[in-house]
């Protein structure tokens, strides 16, 4: 096995590295134990329940999946299939850790069965139940659990009394406590039911897919399977219809009021002990966003808050919600940033944007980036100035309860996040890591080049001096909304890294529409994906060129995957003189073929602005290709369908434009697990580029 193959297999096996941390943290209010699931080394992908024991510093495991199945194999439901697309989760095992008010009894769901764990006594007990069971979560007086089992949604005493359903489907095609796809795929929102503070009631999201359109994800590599069908909502077509009933476990029903034909999105749900449950729900063109506040008993709803923007109202993780005082909490674009209101009163100030509220108790914890967006801090804010928790540079987030704080920090000073538990300001523990150490280290420099100060991430061979001359350079940008490739902590350039030591300059650039930067930053994309974000790599390359003559520009390439394999095809179809060749990893190139809360949100709605879309689509560019260009798609993607990279080769193919298309059986929006597969994924791409670029080198 040669030097670079040891590596590609390595960061497969481990999932890049990030088996073996700790993850889904839950802390008991009375500060005496954190639980968490890990796995139980860096190249096992079964996850475990754990526990720390504040008191004495140790940890154990609750419960293993490999002793619960008896060593047997998983067996995962449709749901369970698409719950984990939703999430991008590769993981085994144990992979919830839902848990009552006191984080004592635990509920997770294992091969389609329901288990509940003691985190007191250690107790682990199989219910017996219907099955298979799905996203199951135990009330907050720990006395009974909720799950989902064949579309309707289910309650059984912990001690495996009364299964019964609480609220079934009126018939096929709809479900209740799930969230719809548009929910889980663009909103956030992977629940749909959430249980009353005394657990004698729930709010449960009722989902009817009859009127969506269903398209066919078939097997080609295996024409004996039957097609995938899905409730696909593409751009311009019908959604999900969602509506809300409170069901008690006395079998009382009380269906919620709001009015879904104008507000059909049911973003964010919110029920705790110090307020009457909160929803946001959004308008289809998403420029209106409404806070209610509903009567359990009625079923009214009563308006709190309404948020309005000519272009769209952000959904942000964790709000609205209730302080313990009932006080409401939001996140709001106010003079150009998102901040922090507690009551309508901005808790934080100009130039901080807020990301994401972890907790919300008498003050509020959330994270936030300030002029640097390539770092991500925690902060705690309410009465007082925000107080900033995590003190080194890096990314970090949290979890909190009482007065114990779960901190997580990665950083480019080491590799892997270190994991802290803080009791008031100070340090009581650190949770254990058995994640592998990776065997490189990124030669990264990290710059701010440009007219727009963009962030970029320039990766050299390992050991480079420039002596060596410049070098043939790839971008590997993502490059659009929701997701930010330059960050502060080292495992986010580890793959770029394997990349440039094959004799590139990689470079990575963060354009407008990516996060962390302020509302007009993000806006600027509005219903110009195409222009704004290929110039934003085209110029910030030469901005980097301007400062750095390691890099080439006569011989550039490009790669990315999903937004950021769009941009690559877009890159060597409308600026070959600037790229010249280009790898797209499922691509969209027809808008009309994706979502409808994404896609309408940036580009409006297609049966109103249909130049938007020809413009920003790629079909029309086909007859403008001169560079290489490989597609990759996965034909079993529910996401970005195979139809967007089939509909371009068609095109190209018509136009008499060469090109390259390479399909991956099974394969679905994530890419392949298994480790040879996933080292000759990248050494295929590595060996067309080489090739494609007219440069030397050893497959």
Request: with cysteine; proline share 6%; charged share 25%.
């Amino acid at each position: 096995m040669t030097e670079e193959t040891s590596f590609l297999r390595l960061q497969a096996r481990t999932q890049r590295f990030t088996l073996g941390t700790a993850r889904e943290f839950r802390i008991s209010p009375d500060g005496d134990r954190v639980l968490f699931l890990r796995s139980a080394t860096g190249t096992d992908r079964r996850h475990i329940l754990w526990r720390l024991d504040l008191t004495t510093g140790t940890e154990s495991r609750l419960a293993d999946p490999a002793e619960l199945l008896a060593g047997g194999a998983e067996e995962l439901s449709a749901d369970e299939r698409a719950r984990r697309e939703r999430a991008r989760e590769q993981g085994a095992g144990v992979l919830g850790n839902a848990t009552d008010g006191a984080a004592r009894i635990v509920a997770f769901a294992l091969s389609g069965r329901l288990f509940v764990a003691d985190a007191v006594s250690g107790e682990v007990r199989e219910l017996d139940t219907a099955s298979p069971v799905f996203d199951p979560r135990p009330d907050p007086t720990g006395t009974h659990v909720a799950y989902v089992a064949g579309d309707a949604l289910r309650v059984v005493a912990v001690d495996g009394s009364g299964d019964r359903a609480v609220a079934e489907p009126d018939g096929p095609d709809r479900a209740c406590g799930i969230a719809e796809f548009i929910a889980a795929e663009e909103m956030g929102r992977s629940r749909g039911y959430w249980w009353s503070p005394d657990g004698t009631r729930l709010l449960v999201a009722h989902t009817d897919r009859r009127a969506v359109r269903r398209w066919h994800i078939a097997d080609p590599a295996n024409p004996e399977t039957a097609p995938n069908v899905v409730a696909y909502p593409a751009a311009g077509t019908d959604n999900v219809a969602v509506r809300l009933a409170v069901v008690g476990l006395d079998g009382s029903r009380v269906e919620v009021d709001w009015d879904g034909v104008e507000l059909p999105y049911l973003t964010t749900v919110h029920w705790s002990a110090s307020g009457p449950p909160l929803i946001a729900v959004q308008s289809r063109d998403q420029r209106r966003v409404l806070v209610l506040a509903v009567d359990p008993d009625t079923g009214g709803t009563e308006q709190l808050h309404e948020d309005t923007d000519e272009h769209w109202v952000d959904i942000v993780s964790g709000v609205p919600a209730w302080t313990t005082d009932g006080r409401l909490v939001r996140v709001a674009v106010r003079d150009g940033d998102y901040r922090l209101l507690v009551d309508d009163k901005e808790v934080t100030g100009p130039g901080l944007q807020v990301r994401a509220v972890l907790d919300v108790a008498a003050d509020v914890l959330f994270t936030a980036s300030a002029e640097d967006p390539t770092q991500v801090h925690v902060y705690r804010g309410g009465d007082a100035a925000p107080v900033r928790v995590s003190t080194v540079d890096g990314v970090h987030s949290a979890a909190r309860s009482g007065a114990v704080t779960v901190l997580t920090s990665w950083s480019l000073d080491h590799a892997g996040p270190r994991i802290r538990v803080l009791r008031d300001a100070g340090q009581v523990a650190e949770v254990a890591s058995f994640a592998v150490e990776p065997p490189l280290v990124p030669n990264l420099s990290l710059l701010t080049v440009g007219e727009h100060q963009w962030r970029a991430a320039l990766l050299l061979p390992t050991g480079y001096r420039p002596a060596d001359g410049p070098l043939p350079v790839l971008l590997d940008p993502y490059g659009g909304p929701h997701a930010q490739r330059v960050l502060a902590g080292r495992n986010a350039f580890l793959g770029a890294q394997w990349l440039a030591d094959q004799g590139f300059a990689v470079l990575i650039v963060d354009g407008r529409g990516t996060p962390g930067r302020g509302a007009a930053w993000d806006r600027a994309i509005a219903f110009d994906f195409a222009g704004v974000t290929l110039a934003d790599q085209a110029d910030a390359l030469r901005a980097v060129a301007q400062q750095r003559p390691e890099l080439d520009l006569s011989t550039v390439a490009i790669r990315g995957w999903s937004y950021g394999g769009y941009l690559a095809a877009l890159a060597v179809l409308r600026r070959p003189d600037v790229f010249h060749a280009a790898i797209a990893g499922a691509p969209v190139t027809d808008w009309r073929l994706y979502d409808t809360h994404y896609t309408e949100r940036y580009l409006g709605h297609p049966d109103e602005r249909p130049e938007v879309y020809d413009r920003n689509s790629l079909i029309e560019d086909a007859p403008n290709l001169s560079r290489p260009l490989l597609l990759i798609h996965g034909l079993a993607d529910d996401n970005v369908v195979v139809a967007h990279s089939l509909r371009l080769s068609t095109a190209l193919l018509a136009a008499g434009r060469p090109h390259t298309l390479l399909p991956l059986p099974g394969v679905t929006h994530m890419t392949p697990l298994d480790d040879e597969v996933s080292e000759n994924f990248m050494l295929v791409q590595l060996h067309w580029l080489r090739n494609a670029l007219g440069i030397g080198g050893n497959r």
